[in-house]
């Protein structure tokens, strides 16, 4: 298969179909037949649970347990708290019958009314039930815990894994005795969410607050990591809120502190979901297809037999899967081992390099005679040209696997960042800021770039800055927490202040 044949169109030719062609060629996901929903195919889900499983394992580090709540929330619990209800009424999908009946021409209606269910958008309310009844003192908090589910979300503009009508996450809620420990624990897993992009996604977060009018409904604060897309577009990855007392009033979450006096706890809540997988395709990803960063690849390595007679085919599929298990011996990140495979499939050889390379396993090795003889490899790495192929002794291969699947990820990394670096620019100037987007938008129909401002937040400044905004079609993403020490004016008002908000178009 022609290189340029790979991914079609390119990214610079029509990103958002790129992006769905990469979805389709890497057999990750397909639409299903519930209209904004999506079928995870096997890759799609191995990514998804080597994401899940070392989330899970950084969350019970810092002392969390996982749980279950119902799927269905009664009506009444989401008008509790009237914020809440009112940010998510028009997203919600409700269950108003719990059976079916057959009318007299053969077909099902449903029958048997019911208190309307909520099917789960969001669990602090019903989470918020149980708490009420375990919750009596002091002593019983704090209360941490996590909880691995699916969610759904009408949306009226569904894109795989980055806005579905359902989709998988994680959501946290913990309960706490005074604010400073909540807030504390806000921040400590919004840290977790940046440490575990950098560090396994190879993705290059913004970490900052959010402003008054992008918090989640009905919480104090809202914190984010902000990830840049390739097109110049923010995506937010990770949220975590610091709900105050507001959620503990409306489930009536309420306890004996040491004092013998009864009081309202403080709780927060915090998640990320299936999104991110999104945010590691557009991150990452190239013209020929899917690049998956190494500590996240459900195989690091594959392993490609070359033959052209049933003479040769035994012999090099014996040398295949002794380098395989060799590999597969090899220590590799966090205590792993690297995870290699032999494709014995009975396919030419161009046409199971190509599916690699568009499935974005990391690094794909060819063996035929040839190599055997030798015992020196082609090694092809998938962050790098396609056409590029390093030979290495088998010897110095193996021990040297871990360290070029390391070096992958920081090459991905850096690439990341060095692109989110070139395309931010620091705006003080209203005209600049708004011929910024204007312009930016024109370039190949691409988002364009990512403007850090000056703000002020008083409320007459936040109805001038929404009106422009929703006439750009950009949006606040975040305070950036290292974005708060320089004094300047604010773009929208010109009043002095030291805060800093980054501005971009976003998903």
């Known amino acids: 298969m022609n290189k340029k044949n790979a991914i079609s169109p390119t990214r610079s030719e029509n990103y958002p179909e790129w992006y769905q062609q990469v979805i389709k060629a890497a057999d990750l996901a397909e639409n299903a037949a519930v209209r904004g929903c999506m079928v995870i195919k096997p890759l799609g889900f191995a990514i998804w649970e080597n994401i899940q499983r070392t989330l899970d394992d950084m969350f019970k580090k810092t002392g969390h347990s996982n749980a279950y709540f119902p799927l269905l929330i009664p009506i009444s619990f989401l008008e509790k708290e009237a914020e809440h209800v009112e940010g998510f009424a028009k997203e919600c999908a409700v269950v108003t019958h719990h059976k079916l009946a057959v009318d007299s021409n053969g077909k099902l209606a449903p029958a048997g009314e019911i208190e309307p269910l909520i099917v789960r958008p969001t669990s602090e309310t019903i989470i918020g039930h149980s708490y009420s009844k375990w919750v009596k003192s002091y002593r019983d908090l704090p209360i ?126 915090w998640g990320v979901s299936t999104r991110l997988i999104g945010g590691m395709i557009m991150s990452h990803s190239d013209d020929d297809g899917l690049v998956i960063p190494p500590r996240l690849a459900p195989h690091h390595v594959v392993i490609l037999p070359i033959y052209r007679n049933d003479q040769d085919k035994e012999r090099i599929l014996d040398y295949c899967r002794k380098l395989a298990s060799e590999l597969n011996e090899q220590p590799y990140y966090e205590q792993s081992d690297i995870r290699a495979m032999v494709d014995e499939r009975d396919l030419r050889g161009g046409d199971k390099f190509w599916q690699h390379v568009k499935k974005g396993t990391p690094v794909r090795i060819e063996v035929g005679a040839r190599e055997i ?132 178009r976003a998903y």
């Open 144 to 269: 941490l815990i996590n909880q691995w589910a699916n969610v759904m979300r009408w949306e009226m503009r569904p894109r795989m894994f980055l806005r579905t009508s359902e989709f998988l996450w994680q959501e946290g809620h913990t309960v706490h005795e005074t604010a400073e420990e909540a807030i504390q624990e806000t921040l400590k897993m919004l840290d977790v969410y940046e440490d575990f992009a950098h560090r396994y996604m190879a993705m290059p977060v913004i970490k900052g607050e959010k402003t008054p009018n992008e918090r989640f409904p009905g919480a104090v604060n809202t914190y984010t990591i902000e990830a840049i897309m390739q097109d110049g577009k923010a995506l937010q990855a990770g949220t975590s809120h610091f709900l105050g007392q507001n959620f503990a009033k409306a489930s009536n979450i309420k306890f004996l502190n040491r004092d013998g006096k009864e009081v309202y706890a403080w709780t927060t809540s």
């Open 373 to 504: 003889d030798s015992d020196i490899l082609p090694v092809s790495r998938r962050d790098e040209n396609t056409k590029k192929k390093q030979m290495m002794p088998r010897s110095e291969l193996v021990g040297a696997m871990a360290n070029m699947l390391d070096d992958m990820h920081n090459s991905l990394f850096n690439k990341a960042l060095q692109f989110k670096q070139s395309i931010t620019k620091e705006i003080n100037d209203l005209h600049e800021f708004e011929e910024f987007f204007q312009k930016t938008s024109e370039e190949n129909g691409t988002a364009g770039g990512v403007a850090l401002c000056h703000w002020s937040s008083e409320l007459d400044v936040q109805e001038k800055m929404l009106a422009i905004l929703e006439g750009l079609k950009v949006s606040t993403r975040c305070l950036p927490f290292d974005g708060e020490s320089k004094i300047g004016k604010c773009l929208f008002s010109g009043k002095e202040t030291n805060k800093q908000v980054i501005f971009a």
